[in-house]
Nanobody
């Protein structure tokens, strides 16, 4: 099993940047595909970016060119660098893990963190 804990959320103005981190516990971290999801009030949870064990990456179209997902296997930590933030990026951001291949499908993910809030003001 994997336990996940996000950090790094906050409030920024439009055009600003934030870096989210997700600390994973469990010595099998490197076996999982990791991803970031987000959920805005009244909306469904959606995939933002995912990275698998081999470094293959998938981004949602809405964040391509602005967000970068990365991982440090030695530190069991997943990151999401978010640049050029927009008000529509406002949401609770969740870290998730799955033994499946890289995907942005919510239903493929077995393990979830508690989330960290990102608020972007115009």
């Amino acid at each position: 099993q994997v336990q996940l804990a996000e950090s790094g959320g906050g409030s920024v103005q439009s055009g600003g940047s934030l870096r989210l981190s997700c600390a994973a516990s469990g010595n099998t971290y490197s076996r999982y595909t990791m991803a970031w999801f987000r959920q805005a009030p009244g909306k469904e949870r959606e995939g933002v970016a995912a990275i698998d064990r081999g470094g293959r990456i998938n981004y949602a179209d809405s964040v391509k060119g602005r967000f970068t997902i990365s991982q440090d296997n030695a530190k069991n930590t997943l990151y999401l660098q978010m640049n050029s933030l927009k008000p529509e990026d406002t949401a609770m951001y969740y870290c998730a893990a799955t033994p499946s291949p890289v995907s942005l499908h919510v239903s493929w993910y077995n393990y979830w963190g508690q989330g960290t809030q990102v608020t972007v003001s115009s």
